[in-house]
């Protein structure tokens, strides 16, 4: 496992699709060559809300797709979080700055902003892409680039997933599109809540092996990533007393036969 920051995801997919992103955070030069080896049509950028790297490691045995792709040929990373929250840490993912630089906290913020993610930029370049998110992210993108789905929050989080998930699906169906956003919710929800987080491994599981089936029919390539550590109970108390960070990982995966 090596050591990147999560400011370099966006360069570096700004490096392969040849597009110009204004980061001060240089690509990786690893993923660049496993990129430019399995040549993917389309990326698959999936962030697991609250995939950190304990509850990857814990979980292993419910997250068997995940570990079956660094098994069979891809790419782990552990980076440390930028932001505890998840609006933050993913514009860092999509712009190659640290929250204090591209200032959006919440998703209203994403309207103000003249900052160009790498999915608004791809498309400008005429390479479409795709945005499935929750509604109130989504909205600010609207008009911005070829393709964003918002699915509405609710307390059942794993309808939630599921209907995350058929959008993504159905936009892979799409033959043009280059860079697709998906971002799974569940293991957050249950972590907040303090229910069982094998049972949301398993969902999570179950919505990334369709996911990854779609992404190898396109002959894509899967970029999966946590955006910040679980919100646990009961890690919350100890983390009072010794607050070390946990990092969060990055899977780069050509998917699997």
């Known amino acids: 496992m090596h050591a990147i920051s999560l400011l370099q995801i966006a360069p570096t997919l700004a490096e392969f699709f040849e597009v110009r992103l204004n980061s001060p955070a240089r690509p990786v030069t690893s ?3 496993f990129m430019h080896t399995c040549n993917p049509h389309v990326v698959v950028l999936v962030v697991i809300d609250s995939l950190d790297l304990h509850v990857y490691s814990e979980f292993a045995a419910e997250l068997e797709v995940l570990h079956r792709l660094v098994e069979q040929n891809g790419l782990l990373f552990a980076f440390e979080q930028v932001s505890s929250h998840t609006t933050p840490a993913i514009a860092s993912l999509l712009t190659g700055l640290d929250p204090e ?3 959006i906290v919440v998703s209203a913020d994403v309207a103000a902003s003249k900052i160009k993610s790498i999915l608004e930029i791809l498309d400008d370049e005429g390479m479409p892409t795709a945005a499935v998110l929750d509604t109130n992210g989504a909205k600010p993108l609207l008009g911005r680039m070829s ?4 699915v509405e929050d609710r307390e059942d989080i794993v309808a939630y997933d599921e209907e995350i998930k058929t959008h993504t699906l159905a ?3 799409k033959q ?3 860079l697709v956003l ?3 919710r569940s293991i957050d929800r249950f972590a907040h809540r303090g229910w069982d987080l094998q049972i949301a491994a398993r969902i999570t599981n179950g919505n990334m092996k369709e996911i990854t089936e779609a992404a190898r029919d396109r002959d894509g390539m899967l970029f999966i990533c946590g955006d910040h550590a679980a919100h646990r109970k009961a890690r919350n108390v100890a983390q009072d007393t010794i607050p070390i960070p946990i990092p969060v990982p990055l899977i780069v ?3 699997y036969p």
């Open 31 to 33: 993923i660049l060559n």
């Open 101 to 103: 630089s591209h200032e």
């Open 171 to 173: 936009v892979l169906q």
């Open 176 to 178: 043009d599109v280059r």
């Open 182 to 184: 998906s971002h799974l």
């Open 253 to 255: 995966a050509s998917p």
């Open 147 to 150: 393709h964003v789905f918002g």
